[in-house]
């Protein structure tokens, strides 16, 4: 482990990747909207952010997608709507500005401590 693998560091870190993977499900279902039969994928956030963090190998974790139950499927079967997923594309970006602003803290604590405590 080196200095900056602190354990906020590790856990931004898994934050950012299911963010990351999760924007790519987005990204696909809106790719697919136009696609007949094509049906809605995501995550649930929660779980698998709270997953990832049991994981004792995280290079071998992979988030588990699934197909989303309940929303209207229009005659050719596909379900993806435009208004659901612009609206998760917006809360992803918000998490992932959120998880990159407070990395970029983290960075700043560690620098400050190993100058200690003077500016660079």
């Known amino acids: 482990m080196s200095m900056i693998d602190t354990a ?3 856990a931004l870190s898994r934050f950012l990747d ?3 993977f999760r924007h790519g ?3 696909s ?3 697919n909207i136009d696609t007949p039969g094509y049906r809605t994928r995501d995550i649930d956030f929660r779980s698998e952010l709270e997953r990832s963090y049991g994981e004792m190998q995280y290079a071998n974790f992979s988030p588990a997608d699934r197909q989303v139950q309940g929303l209207i499927e229009r005659p ?3 379900n993806v709507s435009v208004e659901r997923e612009s609206l998760l594309l917006a809360e992803t970006q918000l998490r992932f500005q959120t998880g990159i602003e407070l990395l970029r803290k983290e960075f700043s604590r560690l620098s ?3 100058n ?3 500016t660079p």
Request: proline letters at 0%; a negative charge; hydrophobic letters at 50%.
């Open 8 to 10: 906020l560091t590790e």
């Open 18 to 20: 299911v963010n990351v």
């Open 25 to 27: 499900l987005i990204a």
């Open 29 to 31: 279902n809106l790719a």
């Open 76 to 78: 050719d079967g596909n």
């Open 112 to 114: 400050l401590a190993i």
């Open 116 to 118: 200690e405590g003077r």
